[in-house]
């Protein structure tokens, strides 16, 4: 499974997670996302489910800053886009916050849902709260990557006691 970011280059870049990957070989920095790829789309309606793998050969985050998300995420993109169901950010500056994740924990957070663990391992390993993120999850990762339906999703979201968005 490849890791594709597109760039915008909107926020600090000392402490771009995405920049970060590129410069380890981890991600690559791409101008044009293709159409075998999950495009991680935080608006998206249809959230990631692991039954999606095998559709794709790459997985696609867009780093911008989260101020100008919105608008950033109005563009028409090619790929499937797909949002992430809700979980915690392990981040220091959003720690704890739902759904407030970084370029990597977002990338990592499909990886493990697609059922590549150790890609997503391999991530945040190069961040020093990268362990952080996966305790406050790795449950409600595992149940996402074993949901094969919406319903499955909105029923762990139900049990985890988060709003379905």
């Not at 920049?19 to 608006?43: D, E, M, Q």
């Not at 797909?82 to 970084?102: E, F, M, Q």
């Not at 499909?110 to 362990?131: D, M, Q, T, V």
């Amino acid at each position: 499974m490849h890791i594709n970011i597109l760039m915008f280059n909107q926020d600090d870049p000392k402490k771009c997670t995405a920049a970060k990957l590129v410069r380890f070989g981890l991600a690559k920095k791409i101008s044009t996302i293709r159409s075998r790829t999950i495009l991680l789309h935080p608006f998206s309606s249809n959230t990631l489910l692991n039954k999606e793998k095998s559709k794709v050969n790459s997985i696609t985050g867009i780093d911008c800053s989260w101020n100008k998300a919105e608008k950033m995420f109005q563009k028409k993109y090619s790929g499937i886009p797909r949002k992430l169901p809700p979980l915690l950010a392990g981040n220091p500056v959003n720690y704890s916050k739902i759904n407030k994740l970084t370029t990597v924990e977002a990338l990592a957070s499909a990886a493990f849902i697609l059922g590549n663990e150790e890609l997503c391992s391999s991530l945040l390993a190069k961040f020093n709260w990268g362990h952080t993120f996966l305790e406050l999850n790795e449950n409600l990762l595992k149940d996402y990557q074993n949901a094969e339906s919406e319903d499955d999703v909105n029923s762990i979201i139900i049990e985890y006691g988060y709003k379905k968005e």
